[in-house]
């Protein structure tokens, strides 16, 4: 799970007349924070000294990644290493896949079968597609299909092509470590 936080605009602007309105009231429990120019920060309200001071308003979002067992979870370049973070201690099998690669379409059903047959493991799968391009280049995809395995965040095991035996192979010895 990660939070972002970004700035965005104050709750009240200024009106056009030039005159300062009276601040916004927080909901009880709630302290609203602005960072002057020192880049300290301050409850909402007035400076020491009673200068008035701009509102910074943050606003907050929650990505929750969602692993899913006993399916493939088609991952891109945003959602990828959240997902491989909630999997935790479990083992990642992660296809990289073109939509023209013909051994890709052979391994596709097969490795929806190991999904559902491995429950201790997370299936995903990744096309790279010019989108998810930058995504590919840092796990260093040199051919299509690519097989990944990590545990812990890392890459502990790689097969290319289509071999499904290798690949069955991969996954029981990072099972057993």
Not at 12 to 26: E, M, N
Not at 68 to 74: A, D, F, L, R
Not at 85 to 113: H, I, N, S
Not at 126 to 145: F, H, R, S, W, Y
């Amino acid at each position: 799970m990660a939070l972002r936080f970004s700035p965005s605009s104050p709750a009240h602007a200024t009106p056009s007349s030039g005159a300062t309105p009276a601040p916004a009231q927080p909901p009880s429990g709630i302290r609203f924070l602005s960072a002057s120019s020192s880049r300290q920060l301050h409850r909402y309200g007035p400076r020491p000294g009673g200068r008035p001071q701009r509102p910074f308003v943050v606003s907050c979002t929650v990505d929750a990644a969602v692993v899913n067992i006993g399916q493939v979870t088609e991952v891109n370049k945003d959602s990828f290493w959240p997902i491989v973070r909630a999997a935790g201690d479990k083992a990642v099998v992660l296809d990289m896949y073109t939509q023209w690669c013909g051994p890709c379409k052979v391994m596709a059903p097969k490795f929806q079968e190991l999904s559902q047959k491995y429950t201790d493991v997370v299936f995903l799968k990744l096309d790279c597609n010019q989108d998810n391009k930058p995504l590919a280049k840092e796990l260093g995809i040199k051919v299509v299909p690519t097989f990944k395995i990590l545990k812990d965040a890392k890459v502990v095991k790689e097969v290319t092509g289509a071999k499904f035996d290798d690949l069955v192979l991969a996954i029981e010895t990072v099972r057993s470590s």
